[in-house]
């Protein structure tokens, strides 16, 4: 009896489901290759799966990425809600929002350009999905906490939506341009403490340009 409850403590965990697996080795595959444009048989390599799963969890590679960002925009979205859940001003929320979308492309650095790509390349129909489950609620967040923050005085009056587009631009800079810190500036690895980093010095500048004055 003790032997079989050894031996099924040892058992191995179970496999992950073939789609999560596809997912997962998606994002693993990209991240390292820095883009978005990788072969179907190097994703299905990395999952250990025959690359025809593919098409039968997808419906091809079109499918695959659009599930890929949504699973990583529901993610995001989730932190966002609980941000957005804290008794903070709307100017510190919106402080965090943008060291948390840093954050975010620093975890998954491929996920900005496949957000566009999706936009601009599929359909007009997963155009409009991607559109109305992840980019407009952060457009109408950002707007929001800017638009508070300007009535309670701590945020300057200012375009919010040409804003967040800017601050956007400015979180995914550094992550799509990694040739650029590598043959320029040395780098060879974005780790941790360089995202950190990078953050802050977003943050101060963003900061400078939306906080209203503080009075002496």
Not at 93 to 116: D, E, N, Q
Not at 124 to 149: D, Q, S, V, W, Y
Not at 172 to 200: C, M, P, T, W
Request: glycine share 6%; aromatic share 6%; net charge neutral.
């Amino acid at each position: 009896m003790k032997a079989q409850e050894k031996g099924k403590a040892r058992a191995a965990p179970p496999r992950p489901a073939v789609r999560d697996l596809l997912l997962e080795a998606a994002s693993a595959v990209m991240s390292e290759r820095q883009s978005i444009d990788v072969p179907l048989t190097d994703i299905a390599a990395r999952a250990e799966v025959n690359v025809a799963l593919v098409s039968y969890y997808f419906g091809g590679k079109d499918g695959l990425l659009l599930a890929l960002a949504k699973r990583d925009a529901t993610m995001a979205l989730g932190e966002l809600d609980r941000l957005l859940s804290l008794n903070i001003s709307p100017a510190e929320k919106l402080r965090r929002h943008i060291s948390g979308v840093i954050r975010t492309f620093f975890l998954r650095p491929y996920l900005y350009r496949l957000l566009a790509a999706l936009m601009r390349d599929s359909s007009e129909e997963n155009a409009r999905e991607i559109a109305t489950f992840f980019a407009e609620p952060l457009a109408r967040t950002a707007k929001e906490l800017m638009e508070a923050g300007i009535a309670d005085g701590t945020i300057r009056p200012i375009d919010p939506e040409l804003f967040y587009i800017a601050a956007l631009g400015a979180c995914e800079q550094i992550f799509a341009n990694r040739s650029i810190l590598k043959f320029v500036h040395g780098v060879e690895e974005l780790d941790e403490a360089l995202q950190k980093r990078y953050a802050d010095v977003v943050l101060e500048v963003l900061m400078h340009g939306y906080l209203a004055p503080r009075e002496t």
